[in-house]
């Protein structure tokens, strides 16, 4: 396993700062609340993401190979949920009182909201398979990994939201900028799902 931290390492930070659900939210909120209202997303995200990983690694996914119902499942209610979240985004335009607009994620929702991650799924299932045996060390050492990269990536992501906030002076900036969000966030579930479009 000595071998294998340093990619492990690598793909842990990749997969944790590019472009995905997490991020683009956390773009949303720091853009329209600033970095603060932040840290509940990212924290809850901290809490969740080692237990969900370790999950996966002692035996989910084999679980999911054997009933890929269950998966099928799980995928379209997490799928479901971020057109909501998608749609909700776009319902903010500037005014924090208006009622039903976007809001920031609770610590709760947060740590609930990787669960129902595709993204999320992706990273820990190719991390099993690529980088440990299932031995339980293995497993904790990659879910220790995807922990420390989650504040640092994904407050990069809330700090270029809350520096790009600066510029939406006006309900109109807001609303498109929002937009713009909300079709990136279909797009990574488009992305998501492609591999699997492209097998059948």
Same mark, same amino acid.
Request: aromatic share 12%; with cysteine.
């Given at each position: 396993?000595?071998?294998?931290?340093?990619?492990?390492?690598?793909?842990?930070?990749?997969?944790? @700062?590019?472009?995905?659900?997490?991020?683009?939210?956390?773009?949303?909120?720091? =853009?329209?609340?600033?970095?603060?209202?932040?840290?509940?997303?990212?924290?809850?995200?901290?809490?969740?993401?080692?237990?969900?990983?370790?999950?996966?690694?002692?035996?989910?996914?084999?679980?999911? #190979?054997?009933?890929? =119902?269950?998966?099928?499942?799980?995928?379209?209610?997490?799928?479901?949920?971020? @057109?909501?979240? =998608? *749609?909700?985004?776009?319902?903010?335009?500037?005014?924090?009182?208006? /009622?039903?607009?976007?809001?920031?994620?609770?610590?709760?929702? =947060?740590?609930?909201?990787?669960?129902?991650?595709?993204?999320?799924?992706?990273?820990?299932?190719?991390? @099993?398979?690529?980088?440990?045996?299932?031995?339980?060390?293995? @497993?904790?050492?990659? #879910?220790?990994?995807?922990?420390?990269?989650?504040?640092?990536?994904?407050?990069?992501?809330?700090?270029?939201?809350?520096?790009?906030?600066?510029?939406?002076?006006?309900?109109?900036?807001?609303?498109?900028?929002? *937009?713009?969000?909300?079709?990136?966030?279909?797009?990574?579930?488009?992305?998501?799902? /492609?591999?699997?479009?492209?097998?059948?």
């Amino acid at each position: 396993m000595t071998a294998q931290i340093l990619p492990l390492a690598l793909f842990c930070f990749t997969m944790t @700062v590019t472009p995905g659900p997490n991020n683009l939210l956390l773009t949303a909120t720091g =853009a329209n609340y600033g970095y603060r209202r932040c840290l509940p997303h990212i924290l809850g995200a901290v809490a969740s993401i080692p237990v969900m990983a370790f999950v996966v690694g002692a035996g989910l996914g084999q679980v999911f #190979a054997r009933y890929p =119902a269950a998966h099928t499942a799980l995928d379209a209610v997490g799928s479901a949920y971020l @057109v909501w979240l =998608a *749609w909700k985004v776009t319902r903010f335009d500037g005014r924090v009182d208006r /009622a039903g607009a976007a809001r920031p994620l609770t610590f709760g929702q =947060a740590a609930l909201f990787q669960w129902l991650n595709p993204k999320c799924w992706m990273m820990y299932l190719g991390a @099993v398979s690529l980088f440990t045996s299932g031995a339980p060390a293995e @497993v904790l050492v990659m #879910a220790g990994l995807f922990t420390v990269m989650v504040p640092p990536c994904f407050s990069c992501w809330a700090l270029l939201g809350a520096a790009i906030g600066r510029f939406l002076s006006t309900p109109a900036r807001v609303r498109a900028f929002n *937009w713009a969000l909300a079709l990136l966030l279909l797009a990574t579930l488009a992305w998501a799902h /492609a591999p699997a479009a492209l097998a059948r």
